[in-house]
């Protein structure tokens, strides 16, 4: 693994983690349920995060963070936006599109881990996990019709 690969693997790396912060922040304005809201709430700060300590990650390899996320979400992000301001979307459908989100969030981070030092690549593995959990726990709250506590 070379200097600039691994500073190219932690640039996506927070360009994805950026991308699930703007997408939970879209879904929540289009779910209408407040106790979901605050759960996707919840997980646009925590992807953030996961986007800060990568971001300085990269800021200690001499690297620069990307300031925005990538085409592919932000073109979902649109999706999210044009189905909430064309009719009100079932919640399920919000959910199962943060799903996919989370899907490609975790294929994003699963190539990466190939490329990242081992020190690094902990923090990347313990993200990827989490973001398992959140695509497991919208997943089933999808199933339930958009509810689900948490």
Do not use: N, W
């Amino acid at each position: 693994m070379d200097h600039a690969t691994t500073l190219r693997t932690l640039a996506r790396l927070v360009a994805v983690c950026r991308d699930g912060h703007d997408g939970y922040r879209a879904a929540a304005h289009a779910i209408p349920e407040m106790e979901m809201k605050k759960r996707l709430g919840r997980y646009a700060s925590e992807r953030r995060g996961f986007g800060e300590v990568l971001a300085r990650e990269m800021e200690r390899l001499g690297g620069r963070a990307p300031a925005r996320g990538t085409v592919r979400g932000a073109a979902h992000r649109g999706f999210l936006q044009l189905l909430d301001s064309v009719r009100h979307p079932a919640p399920e459908r919000v959910l199962a599109e943060c799903v996919l989100g989370e899907t490609e969030a975790y294929r994003a981070y699963d190539d990466a881990l190939r490329r990242l030092p081992p020190g690094i690549r902990s923090v990347a593995e313990e993200q990827r996990e989490r973001i398992a959990e959140i695509r497991d726990e919208l997943r089933d709250a999808a199933v339930q019709g958009g509810a689900g506590g948490r």
